[in-house]
């Protein structure tokens, strides 16, 4: 493995782990990370899923406490029963809906432009609701995990379905869709957390089945060096988040996406930057 490919493939690992649980989307970042970086793999879908699988480990990690008491408290406790339930049952939506339209959404949509529109249209969903929030017509009736109902985790599971569009962000879909459907902004947080960790890893599972053919030993290094630093990127990024929405709101982050993903279609628009990919 050449240092310039080393270099890359930490470059790409950081901005996966600093992204995958922000509500500002780390597939759209990738792919346009990708299209900057002229980054070439052959198994380029095993490396996104490698990656993406370190992210998913550290947020277990740093849960891991909740996670093994909630699997502990299975057999007698009903309030870790129905974290379990709610989980899977936000789960299975997204999982349906993305096994029917996967290869539509990767030929399609998978493109730095199509990722640009979906980074400005999710920010001004986000300024809507954080301006409705402001203004009182939403509060907040569920503060923890455990007053969760079943049909709370419905309304999130389909809002999860939006995530499938490149750029949308899984994250943002779920914290700010549970934030919607009446949410606090910390329990839709750590809800969007619990409910990353059966869809990445079942997304990871399907993913590396169906890139099986592409995965080479002589690529192992690159998804080393890539993964361990997804790892640490999002151990960080998750202990910030879950002090971050403590105290503050996520037009920041809206705001952000309408200017980054504007600045990518004006530049498509404008022919100053060719996003096809193929330079």
Request: charged letters at 15%; hydrophobic letters at 55%.
């Amino acid at each position: 493995m050449d240092l310039l490919l080393a270099f890359q493939a930490a470059l790409l690992g950081v901005i996966e782990g600093l992204t995958e649980f922000l509500p500002i989307s780390s597939t759209g970042h990738l792919i346009v990370a990708e299209d900057l970086l002229g980054f070439r793999l052959a198994s380029l879908e095993a490396f996104t899923i490698a990656i993406q699988a370190a992210a998913i480990v550290a947020v277990c990690w740093e849960l891991r406490g909740r996670i093994l008491a909630m699997l502990a408290g299975l057999p007698s406790d009903p309030a870790a029963r129905a974290l379990a339930r709610n989980v899977l049952v936000a789960f299975v939506p997204a999982a349906c809906v993305g096994v029917a339209f996967k290869h539509i959404i990767d030929s399609v949509l998978f493109h730095p432009v199509p990722v640009a529109l979906a980074w400005v249209g999710g920010g001004l969903v986000i300024l809507w609701v954080e301006r409705r929030i402001a203004a009182g017509a939403l509060r907040p009736r569920i503060d923890s995990l455990e007053a969760m109902g079943l049909a709370d985790a419905v309304k999130v599971g389909l809002a999860q379905c939006c995530a499938l569009v490149p750029g949308t962000s899984r994250s943002g879909a779920t914290i700010i869709g549970g934030m919607l459907f009446g949410l606090s902004r910390r329990a839709a947080t750590e809800f969007s957390f619990f409910l990353a960790i059966p869809t990445m890893f079942g997304a990871t599972a399907y993913s590396l089945y169906k890139a099986r053919h592409e995965l080479s030993t002589s690529d192992l290094g690159v998804y080393v060096v890539a993964s361990l630093f997804a790892f640490v990127a999002a151990l960080a990024c998750v202990r910030w988040l879950l002090r971050f929405v403590g105290g503050h709101d996520f037009r920041g982050f809206a705001w952000y996406r309408i200017a980054f993903g504007g600045v990518i279609v004006l530049t498509s628009w404008a022919g100053w930057v060719d996003w096809s990919g193929k330079s």
